[in-house]
């Protein structure tokens, strides 16, 4: 089985270049990110705090989740329901960077990753992929941008959406994640020793796409 890594900070890019990705070279793509954020939507939602690992560890046995994909796009339910929209809020992305620092969250998501990566052909992106969930992973890449080009694009995604978006806002937050990712006691996000890395702060979509799509391309060519 081929397995593609991509890992990165917050607003990179590394989900919408992973779905377009996966979609072109007919991989199936695990969005790890979706799986720490429903289960921080789930402590939001029932009042415990996503740092408290005894109170997010007592809710984890309640936990369903499922990952299916339809009309193309990737939806995941959370206990029957389709979340997909409700975990994309920065208040969801705050409390999964924090139930991500828990041994017991990344313990209970960490076999379901792998039994994936062996049954078929899978690109996952996340934090850790590459040094954590799939060490031995065929393609490895670490894909960032600058925090202030990644506060820009976030800006633009919400004011697209009809959402208020201040840039000193947004940029803190991106900030803040980051020094949260890269500072966990568990799996900080670095970049994997044999990881490719791709700065796309100058690039745009397209030209990140051809980088990315090229990187993989020359890493699982088959020996003719």
């Known amino acids: 089985m081929i397995s593609v890594a991509i890992d990165g900070p917050s607003g990179a890019g590394k989900s919408s270049m992973a779905k377009r990705l996966a979609a072109e070279l007919g991989y199936t793509y695990v969005d790890t990110g979706a799986m720490y954020r429903a289960i921080g939507l789930y402590a939001l939602r029932h009042g415990a705090d996503p ?21 193309g796009a990737q939806h995941i339910f959370l206990n029957g329901e389709d979340v997909s929209a409700a975990i994309r ?13 828990l ?7 960490l076999e379901t990753q792998r039994a994936l990566a062996r049954s078929r052909d899978v690109l996952m992106d996340g934090r850790d992929i590459g040094t954590v969930v799939l060490p031995g992973a065929t393609v490895k890449i670490y894909l960032t941008a600058s925090a202030a080009a990644r506060a820009l694009r976030r ?4 004011r697209e959406k009809g959402q208020p978006a201040d840039y000193a806002t947004v940029l803190r937050d991106i900030e ?49």
């Open 51 to 71: 740092h408290d690992e005894a109170a997010v560890a007592a809710l984890l046995p309640a936990i369903r989740l499922d990952i299916t994909v339809q009309d």
């Open 89 to 101: 809020t920065e208040e969801a992305g705050m409390a999964a960077s924090a139930v991500g620092t």
């Open 103 to 109: 041994g017991p969250v990344r313990a209970f998501l």
């Open 155 to 158: 800006c633009r995604e919400l």
């Open 176 to 224: 803040a994640r980051d020094w949260q990712d890269s500072h966990r006691a568990i799996a900080p996000l670095r970049q994997a020793e044999d990881a490719v890395l791709v700065d796309t702060s100058d690039l745009d979509i397209d030209e990140s796409f051809a980088a990315l799509k090229k990187i993989i391309a020359e890493r699982t060519a088959r020996p003719a």
